[in-house]
């Protein structure tokens, strides 16, 4: 009679899902790159940019800024890359390339900022409330072949 032996299943393992939002204090650029050097080892396709819940993805004005200005203008393209990518893609590093032909700095993106803070000053009526936030997942480390 052979024995068989029982044994648990493996846990697998919780990837932790790094992520920078406004948390009641306005970000700066500073902050942004700070993230993404410390969490994304400066890389930002390592960086992806998911619309918070307070988000009306299915209306023309998706949050309650930079939709005034001329309809399909400039900062209404990039805040609607932010916040459903580019093309599909909503790694940080696709967005801000398809940005920067429309004058939108990869060192310094406003728009980004605006949607990290709630808008473009801070007398915007909701100024303080993020719409977006930026996650980096960890990325799998590769065994080395022996």
Not at 103 to 108: A, D, E, N, R
Not at 113 to 136: C, F, H, I, R
Request: hydrophobic share 40%.
């Amino acid at each position: 009679m052979t024995q068989v032996k029982a044994t648990a299943p493996k846990a697998q393992k919780t990837t932790k899902v790094v992520s920078l939002q406004n948390e009641g204090t306005a970000l700066t650029y500073a902050a942004i790159w700070e993230f993404i050097n410390t969490h994304a080892a400066g890389s930002l396709h390592n960086v992806q940019v998911v619309a918070l819940e307070n988000v009306k993805l299915d209306t023309a004005q998706p949050v309650p800024f930079g939709y005034t200005g001329k309809a399909g203008g400039v900062r209404a393209t990039i805040q609607d890359w932010l916040l459903q990518g580019y093309n599909g893609n909503n790694s940080l590093s696709a967005i801000l390339n398809a940005a920067k032909p429309l004058g939108h700095s990869m060192k310094s993106p406003i728009c980004l900022l605006a949607m990290l803070n709630g808008g473009y000053t801070p007398s915007s009526a909701v100024y303080g409330t993020g719409y977006v936030k930026l996650e980096v997942k960890p990325q799998p480390v590769a065994k080395a072949i022996a």
